[in-house]
């Protein structure tokens, strides 16, 4: 079973989460999904036992001897990403239109490599962990390459996948096709506009999601609010956790918070821990 | 005619994949010869548009009738332009069981598309 | 003057500092999150126009259509299939290349507008002051935000002087707002996570050679992870924001917190870091 730890909104505690739920398991692997901010690596370790490449799309690159600066492929380029015959990497899409348009041929594709997906074993589990270049494109490709990795190499009965903010193609990624998503949200106004979003995206894609409240008594209203949502939208509310300092210590000792057994807040996630992955 | 089976493995004994355009492989069983073969299913890996990519490899074998569980809308489309015929598949059975579940007329149409992906 | 508010890791407090700066300094407001914007929720500007923001769709013209599948081939991004003699579109998949009219021979392929989201403008009023407001809305469901952005953005290069609240991360959504922006504003909280994803950006803002201060925010001054750090890699804090129940009790509400003096000041040194930066580059 998959269970994919979202939030729309950033900072809600999702990683925090996902990685206590992970330890809180008998048999599972996680796999780190975040890839524009992958944190897991963090407070888990182990030793890498695979590493493959990921060749996330095609880039376009100028032959310079044959370029003869004409300023076709300029024109012609959606997206900016020539200049003077030379290529922004970070604005490249891989299109191919240049290599069509260029009189000379002095242009072609080739697979551009901006990550590394990496597997780690420690004595908790199996982790997948991605390595992605600073400001590089195709996370969504990325993140379907991290669940397929991880999928053929783990064999423990729950994966827990952390996602990313937002909810654009990484999200949409790293949560087609799984048994479960959990949405964290905080109760913020931005956490409760945020919240409606994602779960708009979820319904669309027809995956059952469950929400939980983190840090829900630091407003109490608007985490009734944000009940009273999820009630009317039929979305199931699975759990609330309270704030508790223990939490950032923790993780600023780089530890998860389920070496804390006694905080309010590890509590809390185990509860959610169990109702979720209960195979109804 | 040959039916398609999105599948788990490589031989008919393999776990039937509810899964269309993410399967494993696709298994392939030509009523005229009796016989099956397997090709593995490229499209599962992509970011998006994985459903046709699945669908075009039923084109490309000339395939009638397709097993499986669900179909993305973008698969649906496909498939349908291409006439090809969807039905549900049964629970876990395996790829031979499916076959002949469609044979004794057991497995329900496919005619709408599941919600999902990028369509 | 384009200052960038950002940060690797969501929910550092971008929007806080956002809003809360442009007000404090009455600048115009840019909400480039556009997947999930909130910037709007605190400062309740008074929307005064809409705009769709479209994206281009390829329509096959059958009649002029053979079949040949040049399009379907070329096509990186398999937004194109051929089904016997007919080409089927994926529209959500298309990058908007054109290059399958460019290929095809016979000029079988049109663009239709498909919309993906919207943008809006508005103002806020500070002291009797019209201060303007703009945003960008991703549609729920779009894969895409990267043409919003840079929608959004182009619409408002006449502005000299903006706040601009950007995505969370270091990936596409980012390095298409950075084009805009002269100075970087890179918000950090002090913890691990914080820290590992400040890094991030601070790399990417070092490659594009954008110069940049680091904010700390829900500071406290037990924990110097950030300070550190900064200290060891020649990297200027501009701002301490503190922690505090009652920052995040106003922010949970949708409320500023520069009403108060003393963070009212926070913000104005803030902005007086930037400016002393920006004149000596």
């Not at chain 1, 096709?177 to 779960?199: A, F, M, N, W, Y």
């Amino acid at each position: 079973m998959e269970i994919t730890v979202i939030s729309g909104k950033g900072g809600t505690g999702k990683t925090t989460i996902a990685v206590a739920m992970y330890e809180i398991l008998s048999d599972a692997s996680i796999v780190d999904c975040d890839v524009d901010a992958p944190n897991v690596y963090l407070t888990q370790s182990g030793d890498k036992t695979f590493t493959q490449e990921f060749f996330g799309g095609k880039k376009a690159e100028v032959n310079e001897e044959k370029c003869i600066e004409c300023g076709i492929c300029s024109e012609k380029c959606k997206f900016g990403a020539i200049s003077n015959g030379v290529i922004s990497l970070e604005k490249c899409e891989g299109c191919g239109v240049c290599t069509v348009v260029c009189p000379q041929k002095a242009i072609s594709l080739y697979p551009y490599k901006n990550a590394e997906i990496n597997i780690f074993k420690n004595e908790k589990g199996k982790l997948t962990l991605p390595e992605m270049e600073v400001g590089s494109d195709a996370s969504g490709r990325l993140v379907t390459q991290l669940r397929k990795v991880a999928k053929s190499y783990n064999d423990s009965e729950i994966t827990i996948i952390d996602g990313s903010p937002g909810i654009g193609c990484p999200v949409i990624a790293s949560v087609t096709g799984v048994s479960k998503v959990l949405i964290v949200t905080e109760p913020t106004l931005s956490g409760l506009s945020d919240l409606k979003r994602i779960i708009n995206v979820c319904m669309g894609l027809g995956v059952s999601c469950s929400v939980c409240i983190n840090k829900y008594d630091l407003n109490s209203e608007i985490a009734e609010d944000i009940e009273k949502y999820c009630e009317d939208m039929k979305v199931r509310m699975i759990g609330v956790i309270p704030f508790d300092k223990t939490v950032m210590k923790a993780v600023n000792q780089r530890e998860s918070i389920s070496k804390h057994k006694d905080s309010k807040a590890y509590e809390a996630i185990v509860k959610i821990t169990k109702v979720i992955s209960n195979n109804k | 005619m040959i039916i398609a089976v999105s599948s788990k493995g490589m031989n008919k004994s393999s776990e039937f994949n509810k899964r269309f355009g993410r399967c494993d492989y696709i298994g392939l069983f030509n009523t005229e010869t009796q016989e099956y073969s397997f090709v593995e299913n490229d499209g599962k890996n992509q970011d998006g548009g994985a459903g046709p990519k699945a669908a075009q490899i039923l084109i490309d074998n000339n395939v009638s009738i397709l097993i499986t569980g669900a179909l993305g809308p973008n698969a649906f489309l496909a498939t349908e332009k291409a006439g090809i015929r969807s039905f549900v598949g049964i629970g876990e059975k395996s790829i031979e069981d499916q076959v002949n579940a469609f044979k004794e007329e057991e497995l329900m149409e496919i005619k709408q598309a599941k919600k999902g992906g990028k369509h | 003057m384009k200052i960038g508010i950002m940060s690797g890791k969501g929910g550092t407090g971008k929007t806080t500092i956002s809003v809360n700066l442009a007000r404090a300094l009455k600048i115009p407001y840019v909400d480039c999150d556009v997947e999930e914007p909130n910037g709007f929720i605190f400062l309740k500007p008074k929307v005064t126009t809409s705009q769709q923001v479209y994206t281009k769709v390829p329509i096959i013209k059958a009649q002029r259509c053979n079949g040949c599948g040049k399009c379907v081939d070329f096509c990186q991004f398999n937004a194109l299939m051929k089904v016997g003699k007919e080409i089927l579109t994926f529209p959500k998949l298309c990058h908007g290349c054109e290059g399958c009219s460019i290929i095809c021979d016979n000029e079988a392929v049109e663009y239709a507008e498909r919309r993906i989201g919207e943008i809006e403008e508005g103002y806020f009023k500070v002291d009797h002051q019209e201060v303007k407001a703009y945003r960008g809305v991703l549609d729920v469901g779009e894969p895409m935000a990267v043409p919003v952005i840079n929608e959004l953005l182009r619409s408002i290069d006449d502005e000299e002087y903006i706040v601009v609240d950007c995505a969370p991360g270091t990936s596409c959504n980012l390095v298409n707002t950075l084009e805009h922006i002269d100075f970087a504003v890179v918000v950090c909280e002090p913890t691990v996570y914080g820290l590992s994803d400040m890094k991030r950006t601070i790399d990417l803002l070092r490659c594009k050679g954008i110069p940049f201060g680091v904010v700390i925010n829900k500071w406290n001054e037990e924990v110097d992870i950030v300070e550190n750090f900064c200290e060891e890699n020649d990297t200027a804090i501009i701002g301490k924001l503190p922690f505090s129940k009652e920052i995040a009790t106003r922010y949970s509400k949708g409320q500023f917190i520069s009403e108060n003096k003393i963070y009212c000041q926070i913000f104005k040194s803030i902005y007086q870091e930037i400016s002393n930066r920006c004149e000596v580059i």
